[in-house]
């Protein structure tokens, strides 16, 4: 069969005996073999730097973020330099120098509503190189972040289910809750201090009024406060925060009068101590050794200090109950205390406590997220097995 | 009004730290910026007021001679010396404010820092006495930790701190991941209580 390109071997039989070109096919694959060295050959040099610049997400404003795109490690450049400009004076002016290690620059020298210019300048022996203007961009502050929408979505869901149980309280007849052995041995501990003639002493630990822990701490010494009002048992309460010793002063006072014993009140019993950690620890353990409590309740905030209170108690023979939302701290309160409320026992105290029926329907709430959440861990291990990252990435906050 | 004003206090407060979570404006950040402020500036005055109580309680003890009223008197000594020489010569380098902090504060604070190590000790003890199975299964993962922690642990076999870190890193982790959750919940939920007001008992009422 002749081929096609036969006429070449009478034309050119050189060039044909070289190439041997019989075929259309290979004819073809040479042209695709050209096109690929004609695209990503050397001999035809694209500009390797390369900027993107973007207003910075979820910013304040005032901040534009540069990609600096196909910075070479060549030792030959020392450093790159990114210049600006505004449409209102076009010169480009230096902003910062950068390695070539750096892969963004955030430029906050910046104002927000003006638009912005940049490019990159860098020496290769004597050549000057400039990389091609990126921009304009302007500069804004965000309304809402983007990467938290799955936290709003995970608040509004719990506001829902504790409102929702709240409302549901109101109506209900009794709302059950598990008997918490730390808050039912409240009333024994009590009766123990009656019964020797002691004091209880009570301690917030180092939290301040703007811990959630304190304020439950609060909630209980409510409760606790009107039990020793009734009893008449002095009730000693040294403080390392004046806001926690001020609240807590209006807290029993309070008690006091519902338990209709005024004069049970004795604000020299609730004072402040010191602002230091182990001084608290000192004062407290000092008033341990000397006065020695029937009962120490430690419920609150607590650090280093916890163990330090809480083996000073143990040492003088006192009953004691602890509850803290540090986990560290916890262990120590187990081994050293009676009865420790663990994590988010006390936060619910005060509801069991009182019985009051909206606290009891957010507890049960509370409890119904937690399904929720079992429900999403078991969601979040199917996914990874099955490699939907895209579900397990929805639930990183930015 | 007494009670009223406070909780629409916190309502606001608390429902614009929620509000500003979630806008990174820079309106919301330097609305936040001073609120923090002024928690720093009120916390100042509120000190004042822990300081006046000591002083009150302190001179109550030391005049009436109250038992441990030497202990009053040393530490309000203490108060009355540290202010005097703080505003009289300063509290910078080489002034005996801080000396005074540097070579009787401090010491006294790592002291009873120190006296932590015996309290583990003892503490640990009572913890791992093996009476019931549970506590001898918490005895021999605490020996493993131990051991794992320290170059014996590698000396003796690389299976003891490979275990013990599966421990702290798997069922230790599970744990405390549980109590996080739990604690995190307990968050919402009480601050939910206080910002709507269903919670007062911090005010005084039931």
Known sequence: ?398 | MQRIIPIIVCFIFGAFMLVQFFVPHRVSVSAYQTVLDWMQIIFVFTLLVGVISYVKLSSKKITRTQSGWGYNLIGLAGLVVMVIFGFWKGTGERTPFLWMFNTIQAPMQSTMFSLLAFFVASAAYRGFRARSWEAGLLLLVAVIVMLGRVPLGSFISHWIPDSANWILNTPSMAAKRGLYIGIGLGTISTSLRIILGIERTYLGKK
């Open chain 1, 1 to 398: 069969m002749t081929s096609p390109f036969n006429f070449l071997a009478y034309e050119q039989p050189f060039f044909c005996e070289i190439m041997r070109i019989h075929d259309l096919k290979f004819l073809f694959f040479l042209l695709l073999f050209l096109v690929f060295l004609f695209t990503f050959s050397p001999a035809y040099p694209q500009n390797p730097v390369h900027l993107k610049a973007v207003d910075t997400p979820n910013d304040k404003g005032e901040s534009i973020t540069l990609a600096l795109e196909g910075l070479s490690e060549d030792p030959a450049i020392s450093e790159y330099e990114i210049w600006r400009a505004t449409d209102m004076d076009e010169n480009f002016q230096l902003v910062a120098k950068v390695s070539s290690k750096e892969t963004t620059y955030i430029d906050t020298g910046v104002k927000d509503g003006i638009r912005y210019s940049y490019l990159l300048k860098y020496r290769k022996g004597a050549d000057v190189l400039v990389s091609p203007i990126t921009g304009p961009v302007i500069s804004r502050g965000q309304w809402f972040h983007t990467q938290r929408v799955n936290v709003l979505l995970g608040v509004i869901i719990s506001f829902i289910f504790i409102l929702g149980f709240v409302r549901y309280a109101k109506k209900a007849k009794k709302l059950y809750i598990r008997p918490i052995s730390g808050l039912q041995a409240i009333d024994d501990a009590i009766g123990r201090a009656t019964e020797m003639g002691k004091p209880i002493l009570y301690s917030a630990g180092l939290g301040k009024m703007d811990r959630v822990a304190t304020m439950a701490s609060m909630n209980i010494l409510s409760s606790v406060a009107e039990k020793t009002a009734e009893y008449n048992t002095p009730l000693i309460f040294p403080n390392y925060d004046p806001v926690v010793m001020t609240t807590a002063q209006e807290v029993v006072k309070e008690a006091c009068s519902r338990a209709g014993h005024p004069e049970a009140y004795h604000p020299d019993n609730i004072f402040f101590v010191t602002q230091s950690q182990f001084g608290y620890a000192a004062a407290v353990d000092g008033i341990m050794t000397r006065q020695l409590p029937a009962t120490n309740m430690f419920l609150g905030t607590f650090e280093a200090e916890a163990l330090i209170l809480a083996e000073t108690g143990n040492s003088i023979g006192a009953f004691q109950i602890a509850g803290t939302d540090s986990t560290i701290q916890l262990a120590f309160f187990i081994v050293a205390c009676d009865y420790t409320l663990i994590g988010e026992e006390l936060f619910v105290a005060s509801g069991y406590l009182s019985q009051d029926k909206q606290v009891l329907g957010s507890i049960k709430g509370q409890d119904w997220l937690k399904v929720v959440i079992v429900f999403l861990i078991l969601l979040g291990g199917v996914a990874g097995i099955l490699g939907f990252n895209k579900i397990i990435e929805f639930f990183n906050v930015g």
